[in-house]
């Protein structure tokens, strides 16, 4: 300090306003901070990039460059006398794509299968866009009405003049769908029911929530699913034994209620004190308070979890194979084993089929998780 | 207030002249006893400020009178309602009695008018469109009726407080408990929310308030209730209590507060 630091400033002239210096802006500044800011970062940075030049383009040539378009059958997909190298045969998959989305349902019923889409769709989309008009006559369409329709639709009803169609005809993507759907539409509204009993005050009702929950949670699907196949016929009348898609869906069920009772006991722990008194000392009852005040609170901060878990269960669904069910998976791996079709890359076909698929559901259904999840931190409002 | 007040009108409840009646009340959580020999009556229409030090029991004796907290002995009649452990009755007194907690506890999800209908016509199963005006009638008695259709999130503290006492005045209360309405407030905001409780204490509205606004409880407490360790330390008349304390722990607490 060399002359005395005056006590009192007073600024004379405005600060004068200047860009931002060259190493802050422009691409390299962007390069720098986000992918070489530390050294061990830019080690990373390169290692990716090896590993994305080394996978991607033999990945792109097999799937796009190398791909064989048009075809009638095995012939095409071969290696040509030239010696060719032959990438993905997708005429195969053109081929088969309604073995794929129907199975073995009857061709001329296959109509029901679409409407059945286009109903779902269109409940999915009413429930899934929060802007959408009357959102509650929403959830009862899908949650309610829609389980009941396609239940009519899918398997028929004679009376009405819909043909009885066997699940066991039942594959592909309807499979896929419907295993998924009815997952999700059970197991929410069950997984409330063993959020709130965990939380109960009641020791016999926490007590076997707990327990079905812990259980569930301990064993792997593909054990729910053996357990639900092999056990239910010995606890029903032999009359009414379920079938084998029946006993696959009461499996997955059970399996995600489980999980799903764990998401919205999450919910509710995140849901105030304060909220719980307000609505009690203003008369409300147990039921009205969760049902107006609780529930709507905790399924909200919880949809993006919800989300996330039925990302989970779609892929998991693919296990029902083991049990016999056909589904998306296992009718690409039947077709594969086609004759007609065999070629050193028809496997490596369908299966690259089958992730494109999965990933693109899953993927959107995350994206969509993720858009909510910033749309609700944004804070509450509508 | 008082002419809107009358759900009940020919209720022989009405006439009888005591709202609240707490006798030899004790409670303990655990093994901690949190309220000891509460002895306290209040008049219909009486206004009882309720003053002490933190974890004096003031929140938990207010919680008592509308069963938020259960109590292990003595007695306590709300509004004729002689409060057990029977879940019927105590639905009985909820009715009767608002609340205005500290942190406001409005429903997020809900708009103001939502907020402040939910209860009647669910509770009282008043149809909407009657319910929706006397949430505005309230709004507008606490000065807010512009705000009707936003939600609480958009709000400042005073008006959501503000919002918490419209909302338990829709439900047509005999009696209003407050646990501190403005000590999580701004000071500039603090006003606005007393304004409104000196307004409805203008119309005979039964009220207990735990508060240490001393301003207030001058200009609108019937008694002033001053509790110390669970239990009731001194009542008396707010300027007498003021002016002139009688028990020690009183005069240290005021000294404390007014200094
Ligand atoms: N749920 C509870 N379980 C156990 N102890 C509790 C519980 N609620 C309150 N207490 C204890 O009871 C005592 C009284 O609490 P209470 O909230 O009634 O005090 P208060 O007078 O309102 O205090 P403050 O001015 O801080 O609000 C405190 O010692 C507190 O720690
Ligand atoms: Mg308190």
Same mark, same amino acid.
């Given at each position: 300090?060399?002359?005395?630091?005056?006590?009192?400033?007073?600024?004379?002239?405005?600060?004068?306003?200047?860009?931002?210096?060259?190493?802050?802006?422009?691409?390299?500044?962007?390069?720098?901070?986000?992918?070489?800011?530390?050294?061990?970062?830019?080690?990373?940075?390169?290692?990716?990039?090896?590993?994305?030049?080394?996978?991607?383009?033999?990945?792109?040539?097999?799937?796009?460059?190398?791909?064989?378009?048009?075809?009638?059958?095995?012939?095409?997909?071969?290696?040509?006398?030239?010696?060719?190298?032959?990438?993905?045969?997708?005429?195969?998959?053109?081929?088969?794509?309604?073995?794929?989305?129907?199975?073995?349902?009857?061709?001329?019923?296959?109509?029901? =299968?679409? @409407?059945?889409? !286009?109903? +779902?769709?269109?409940?999915? /989309? $009413?429930?899934?866009?929060?802007? #959408?008009?009357?959102? &509650?006559?929403?959830?009862?369409?899908?949650? =309610?009405? @829609?389980?009941? !329709?396609? +239940?009519?639709?899918?398997? /028929? $009803?004679?009376?009405?003049?819909? #043909?009885?169609?066997? &699940?066991?005809?039942?594959?592909?993507?309807? =499979?896929?769908?419907?295993? !998924?759907?009815?997952?999700?539409?059970?197991?929410?509204?069950?997984?409330?029911?063993?959020?709130?009993?965990?939380?109960?005050?009641?020791?016999?009702?926490?007590?076997?929530?707990? !327990?079905?929950?812990?259980?569930?949670?301990?064993?792997?699907?593909?054990?729910?699913?053996?357990?639900?196949?092999?056990?239910?016929?010995?606890?029903?009348?032999?009359?009414?034994?379920?079938?084998?898609?029946?006993?696959?869906?009461?499996?997955?069920?059970?399996?995600?209620?489980?999980?799903?009772?764990?998401?919205?006991?999450?919910?509710?722990?995140?849901?105030?004190?304060?909220?719980?008194?307000?609505?009690?000392?203003?008369?409300?009852?147990?039921?009205?308070?969760?049902?107006?005040?609780?529930?709507?609170?905790?399924?909200?901060?919880?949809?993006?979890?919800?989300?996330?878990?039925?990302?989970?269960?779609?892929?998991?669904?693919?296990?029902?194979?083991?049990?016999?069910?056909?589904?998306?998976?296992?009718?690409?791996?039947?077709?594969?084993?086609?004759?007609?079709?065999?070629?050193?890359?028809?496997?490596?076909?369908?299966?690259?089929?089958?992730?494109?698929?999965?990933?693109?559901?899953?993927?959107?259904?995350?994206?969509?998780?993720?858009?909510?999840?910033?749309?609700?931190?944004?804070?509450?409002?509508? | 207030?008082?002419?809107?007040?009358?759900?009940?009108?020919?209720?022989?409840?009405?006439?009888?002249?005591i709202a609240v009646e707490i006798r030899r009340l004790d409670?303990?959580?655990?093994?901690?006893?949190?309220l000891?020999d509460i002895d306290l009556t209040v008049?219909?229409?009486?206004?009882?400020?309720?003053?002490?030090?933190?974890?004096?029991?003031?929140?938990?004796l207010?919680?008592c009178i509308?069963?938020?907290?259960?109590f292990?002995?003595g007695e306590l009649i709300v509004?004729?309602?002689?409060l057990?452990?029977?879940?019927?009755?105590?639905?009985?007194?909820?009715?009767?009695?608002?609340?205005?907690?500290?942190?406001?506890?409005?429903?997020?999800?809900?708009?103001?008018?939502?907020?402040?209908?939910?209860?009647?016509?669910?509770?009282?199963?008043?149809?909407?469109?009657?319910?929706?005006?006397?949430?505005?009638?309230?709004?507008?008695?606490?000065?807010?009726?512009?705000?009707?259709?936003?939600?609480?999130?958009?709000?400042?503290?005073?008006?959501?407080?503000?919002?918490?006492?419209?909302?338990?005045?829709?439900?047509?209360?005999?009696?209003?408990?407050?646990?501190?309405?403005?000590?999580?407030?701004?000071?500039?905001?603090?006003?606005?929310?007393?304004?409104?409780?000196?307004?409805?204490?203008?119309?005979?509205?039964?009220?207990l308030?735990?508060?240490?606004?001393?301003?207030?409880?001058?200009?609108?407490?019937?008694?002033?209730v001053?509790?110390?360790?669970?239990?009731i330390?001194?009542?008396?008349?707010?300027?007498?209590?003021?002016?002139?304390?009688?028990?020690?722990?009183?005069?240290?607490?005021?000294?404390?507060?007014?200094?």
């Open positions: 300090m060399g002359a005395a630091t005056p006590i009192a400033y007073v600024r004379s002239r405005p600060a004068e306003r200047r860009r931002p210096p060259v190493s802050a802006r422009g691409p390299f500044a962007w390069l720098r901070q986000n992918l070489f800011s530390t050294p061990f970062n830019a080690v990373l940075t390169i290692v990716a990039m090896m590993a994305l030049a080394w996978l991607v383009p033999p990945v792109i040539r097999f799937l796009l460059i190398d791909a064989v378009w048009v075809g009638a059958d095995r012939e095409a997909c071969l290696a040509g006398p030239d010696g060719r190298e032959v990438g993905a045969c997708w005429p195969f998959v053109r081929e088969r794509i309604f073995y794929f989305i129907y199975g073995s349902y009857p061709l001329g019923e296959r109509w029901r =299968v679409d @409407l059945f889409f !286009a109903l +779902f769709a269109f409940g999915a /989309g $009413w429930l899934l866009w929060l802007e #959408a008009p009357r959102r &509650t006559l929403g959830a009862a369409y899908f949650f =309610v009405v @829609l389980p009941i !329709a396609s +239940f009519i639709l899918l398997s /028929g $009803w004679p009376a009405v003049g819909l #043909a009885r169609v066997d &699940t066991a005809l039942w594959g592909g993507l309807l =499979v896929t769908v419907v295993v !998924a759907a009815v997952g999700i539409v059970l197991s929410l509204p069950l997984g409330i029911v063993l959020a709130l009993g965990r939380r109960s005050k009641m020791p016999i009702v926490k007590f076997f929530s707990v !327990a079905f929950i812990e259980f569930v949670r301990g064993v792997p699907l593909i054990t729910v699913l053996f357990m639900a196949s092999v056990m239910l016929p010995l606890f029903v009348p032999p009359a009414w034994s379920p079938d084998k898609l029946m006993r696959a869906l009461v499996g997955v069920t059970v399996f995600s209620a489980a999980y799903m009772a764990e998401v919205v006991r999450a919910g509710l722990a995140a849901i105030p004190r304060g909220q719980f008194e307000a609505a009690q000392a203003l008369g409300l009852s147990y039921g009205r308070m969760m049902r107006l005040i609780v529930l709507p609170q905790a399924l909200r901060i919880t949809i993006p979890n919800i989300v996330n878990s039925t990302v989970a269960l779609f892929k998991d669904t693919t296990l029902v194979f083991f049990v016999g069910i056909f589904d998306f998976l296992r009718t690409i791996e039947v077709a594969r084993a086609d004759p007609k079709w065999a070629t050193p890359v028809t496997s490596a076909t369908g299966y690259a089929f089958a992730a494109l698929f999965y990933f693109v559901c899953c993927w959107s259904m995350s994206l969509y998780a993720r858009r909510l999840e910033r749309r609700l931190s944004a804070g509450q409002g509508r | 207030m008082a002419e809107t007040n009358g759900t009940g009108q020919g209720d022989p409840r009405d006439l009888a002249p409670k303990w959580f655990g093994d901690f006893q949190v000891a008049k219909r229409g009486e206004r009882i400020v309720i003053c002490g030090p933190s974890g004096s029991g003031k929140s938990t207010l919680r509308n069963a938020l907290e259960p292990q002995a509004d004729g309602i002689k057990t452990h029977d879940l019927k009755r105590i639905d009985e007194v909820r009715r009767e009695v608002g609340m205005v907690f500290q942190q406001f506890n409005l429903f997020p999800h809900l708009t103001v008018l939502e907020n402040c209908t939910l209860a009647p016509m669910h509770v009282r199963k008043v149809p909407k469109a009657q319910a929706e005006e006397a949430a505005r009638l309230y709004l507008k008695r606490v000065r807010i009726p512009e705000q009707a259709d936003k939600y609480p999130a958009q709000l400042s503290g005073g008006q959501q407080q503000r919002v918490a006492i419209a909302r338990a005045l829709c439900m047509n209360p005999k009696i209003m408990l407050f646990d501190e309405p403005t000590s999580a407030l701004d000071p500039e905001m603090v006003k606005e929310v007393l304004d409104a409780m000196i307004e409805l204490a203008q119309t005979g509205m039964t009220m308030v735990v508060s240490h606004e001393m301003g207030f409880a001058r200009q609108v407490a019937n008694r002033v001053f509790m110390d360790f669970g239990q330390v001194e009542i008396n008349e707010p300027n007498e209590f003021f002016a002139h304390p009688r028990h020690e722990r009183t005069k240290l607490f005021l000294s404390q507060i007014l200094k």
